[in-house]
């Protein structure tokens, strides 16, 4: 057995797609390419692959991590290129590189995710009125976010997995904001939820329909360094 | 260019549904071809993209240089409200272009309940709906699929439509528009029409006028131009071996319908179930080679990344070199972690042996299908079955480790009484007694599922009165009150789809302004349950001055002249007519295929032969 771990992305081209479906079309490709994927015994035999973290539907990414297991160790350039012959257009290996078997899973080492969200400027609204907002988010002791699922209400605070403040930027008749969230063993909370607090709770003037989110990267962070789970 | 703003996609359920950029889809510079053609099914995405016939069409389409072939699909409801809202044409998924942009639009017809997609989706493309209205700057409308067998109540909507099998025809028509095109669309839309119509298998609705005798029945569909063929005969492909296949079909990121490798052993079925028009319209039986099949297969795996593999063919079991090949298929695929399925199962215990192969762990549910409740019955409709051949295969199922089961019946058949009703829910019971037998414990799950029938055109119950509405929900409700026991769950349909089914399946031209006035009052997705508008449909019965019963309800007389008599697929209504009354004398008649040629009038009159591969190999 050998664990081959790549930074794979999700683009532009498939970035309505869920992450189950995401997960799907990397293991068809798997396997149009040929390359020795280990399965789970068993009828419905399943592919080795396991995700850092998942990537919402709406969501893209330049930085996503993702082991896969094979049954022999064939060349990691190689594989990655056979991969990339085989992957749709916007799912793209951008590095690899084999990993200890006992390695963690990629899913209890990664705990940081860095956002870049795009939205445009709401008629009317200008740029001093986004700093605003989030000025009052940031001297907010904890912002309550209710996450609805058909079965439950759940009552988040984000401002405990946000590791520092939120930048804006202007960007033309739209706003670039960046943001930090930390993933933890009991989880964590979406850009995407943390996009909807502001607006609906300190009225960030910001048309969220049409705000594009990209997960800029994925980290293993402590108190002072980030860095990446790539060997 | 089309690009749909975010904010519209963040809204719509699924919206992976419009974007495009699959796996295998293949984006033409449209300006760079001579022919463009939009390949449409009038559903859902994920119901669209389950289509083998149009997967076949999209690669020999897009192997040419000068043509190309795009799909579009049905919006959802919530995706039509956005695009309405905002002024978005419906447009392809590969280019993105309107859909009134290409040469050709071509509707797969697959069920009746989509004829009112088929207008919400020209009148989405900003295409006229009636044929008679479009100049020539529209694309040429075009319909195909198993309802095209009978055109007749979307005839106005459409210029014109391809019977029988495609593979063939679509290049002549393609060649056909793109001469006219290069010749400057000289003659207009009425020439390539004509055109058109001297193509075999081609119909051109436009070039008949029918007139009707005074009891309404259709007298006549007379030509009324030289081009036009007085009986349009079905097309038909004369050896699989010979054609392309979709080896390469688009891959969805989507979990769609039928979301595996379809490999079609065959086409053609030769049992003669009464009431099955596939049975018919797709004789005779032909065959694919085992090692051109193996060999398809490993392109499929290869070029797809799936991994299951569904053996897809009106009774794959009766593939007569089937146990090799399914062996060989699970020995070569099963490294790379493709597993091998069945979809439809024959009752006997040959093929629960088979599905044990198949699937050798998981004991999800094994569907059968008797069809009726009572041996009389069965033999009315030629279901060449008895209770004893389903006991045994069930007890094989039981006895390999299955503990669910579903079967398959039909209710509202000729001739049925409620002992036949009855029958249904005393097999439920034997089968669930059977566990007990076979296992020594209580413990299986019998579901039953019952649709309604309705008689099809080209079927020896072409002639019958469907059942009404009322009556079909006395006899849902008869059979609900005898199925008291936990370990049995029910399944039916809505009788009021069933009555439009019914409607459209055997009805005439007349029924175009039903549609029409149906779909100007909201109707669409009428096979979706929570769309189904039954007063919708009613009132436009209503106002265009027809009763559904006249089309559904009627018994028809031995000599009347039926809507879609100018077209054939090659089976003589004499056979037909002979069936029916060997059906009414429950008489049955065995397959042609093992045992003698009945005569149906297919294979002289179509010059196509049965292909049996098996056979062949033998001897
Ligand atoms: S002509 Fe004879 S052999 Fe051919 S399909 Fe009909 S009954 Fe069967």
């Known amino acids: ?229 790539l060997p | 260019m089309i690009t749909l703003d975010p904010a519209i996609l963040s809204r719509v359920a699924k919206p992976g549904r419009y974007t495009g950029n699959e796996w295998n889809s293949i984006i033409k510079d449209p300006s760079q071809v001579g022919i463009t053609v939009a390949l449409a099914l009038p559903d859902v995405y994920e119901v669209g993209m389950s289509n083998l016939g149009l997967k076949i069409l999209y690669q020999i389409i897009n192997n040419r240089p000068d043509a190309a072939a795009e799909r579009v699909y049905a919006p959802w409801v919530d995706m039509e409200a956005e695009m309405r809202r905002y002024h978005i044409p419906l447009f392809t998924l590969e280019s993105k272009r309107p859909v009134q942009h290409c040469d050709i639009i071509g509707f797969s017809l697959q069920y009746e309940l989509s004829y009112s997609n088929v207008l919400n989706m020209l009148d989405l493309s900003g295409i006229p709906l009636l044929a008679a209205d479009r100049e020539d700057k529209f694309p040429l409308v075009i319909g195909g699929g198993p309802c095209a067998f009978n055109p007749e109540p979307v005839a106005a909507f459409f210029d014109c439509f391809v019977i029988g099998e495609g593979e063939e025809v679509m290049e002549e028509v393609i060649e056909t528009a793109a001469d006219w095109k290069k010749a400057g669309k000289a003659g207009g839309r009425t020439a390539l029409l004509k055109q058109l119509a001297g193509l075999k298998g081609i119909y051109v609705p436009s070039l008949y006028s029918v007139s009707y005798a005074a009891d309404g029945t259709a007298a006549k569909a007379a030509v009324n131009c030289p081009e036009a063929k007085p009986v349009i005969a079905k097309r038909v492909i004369r050896d699989l071996n010979q054609v392309e296949f979709a080896t390469r079909p688009v891959v969805p990121y989507l979990d769609i319908v039928h979301d595996r490798i379809m490999l079609e052993l065959f086409r053609g079925c030769t049992r003669g179930c009464r009431f099955c028009q596939a049975g018919v319209i797709y004789r005779p039986v032909r065959e694919r080679r085992p090692e051109i099949l193996l060999q398809l297969a490993q392109e499929l795996v290869d070029s797809t990344g799936y991994n299951e593999m569904s053996l897809t063919s009106l009774s794959s079991a009766d593939y007569s070199c089937l146990h090799q090949l399914v062996q060989a298929l699970i020995e070569r695929f099963k490294e790379q972690g493709v597993s091998v399925s069945l979809p439809s199962l024959r009752i006997d215990s040959f093929s629960v042996q088979l599905a044990q192969e198949v699937q050798q762990v998981r004991k999800s549910g094994l569907t059968f299908a008797p069809e009726a409740g009572t041996q009389r019955l069965r033999d009315v409709i030629n279901k060449g079955v008895t209770e004893e051949n389903l006991m045994t295969a069930v007890g094989a199922a039981f006895g390999a480790g299955w503990s669910a089961v579903k079967l398959y019946f039909m209710i509202g058949l000729p001739t049925e009484t409620d002992e036949d009703i009855e029958g249904i829910a005393a097999l439920a019971y034997r089968v669930l007694d059977l566990y007990k037998t076979v296992k020594g414990r209580r413990g299986a799950k019998v579901t039953v599922s019952v649709s309604s029938f309705v008689p099809k055109p080209h079927t020896p119950f072409q002639w019958f009165g469907q059942n009404s509405p009322a009556e079909l929900e006395r006899k849902q409700q008869l059979l609900k009150s005898r199925l008291r026991d936990r370990n049995i769950s029910f399944n039916w349909h809505d009788t009021r789809t069933s009555l439009l089914e019914g409607v459209f399946a055997r009805g005439d031209r007349s029924l175009s302004q039903v549609i029409l006035a149906a779909w100007q009052h909201g109707a669409k997705f009428d096979g979706w349950s929570e769309h189904f508008k039954s007063d919708v449909w009613l009132e436009a019965f209503r106002s265009a001055g027809l009763d559904p019963y006249f089309y559904a309800g009627r018994e028809r007389k031995p000599d009347e002249i039926f809507p879609w008599e100018h077209i054939t697929c090659g089976v003589d209504k004499t056979y037909l007519q002979e069936e029916y009354q060997r059906a009414l004398a429950g008489a049955a008649t065995g397959d042609c295929r093992r045992d003698d040629c009945r005569g149906c009038g297919v294979c002289p009159g179509l010059g196509v032969e049965v292909l049996d591969w098996g056979e062949q190999a033998n001897g």
């Open chain 1, 1 to 229: 057995m050998a664990k081959l771990r790549v930074k794979i992305t999700k683009g532009e081209e498939v970035r309505y797609i869920s992450h189950l479906d995401y997960a799907g079309a990397i293991e068809r490709a798997i396997r149009r390419a040929n390359l020795p994927a280990a399965y789970s015994a068993g009828f419905n035999p399943h592919m080795k692959l396991s995700f850092a973290s998942a990537l919402g539907l709406g969501v893209t990414s330049e930085g996503e991590y993702m082991d896969v297991e094979f049954t022999a160790a064939v060349d990691p350039v190689m594989a990655r290129n056979k991969l990339n012959d085989s992957l749709p257009p916007g799912i793209f290996v951008k590095q690899s590189g084999y990993v200890d078997d006992r390695s963690p899973a990629l899913m209890a080492v990664v705990n940081l995710a860095e956002y870049r969200i795009l939205a445009p400027l709401a008629a009317g609204t200008e740029f001093c009125d986004v700093q605003a907002s989030l000025r009052r988010f940031h001297s907010a002791d904890e912002v309550n976010y209710i996450r609805e699922s058909p079965k439950k209400k759940r009552e988040i605070d984000l401002k405990q997995f946000l590791v520092q403040d939120i930048a804006a930027a202007a960007a033309g008749e739209a706003v670039r904001l960046s943001m930090a969230i930390k993933i933890t063993p009991t989880g964590s909370v979406k850009a995407g939820e943390v996009l909807a607090a502001l607006v609906a709770q300190f009225d960030l003037p910001v048309v969220q329909d049409s705000a594009l989110i990209h997960r800029v990267g994925l980290y293993i962070a402590n108190e002072t360094v980030r860095s990446l789970p």
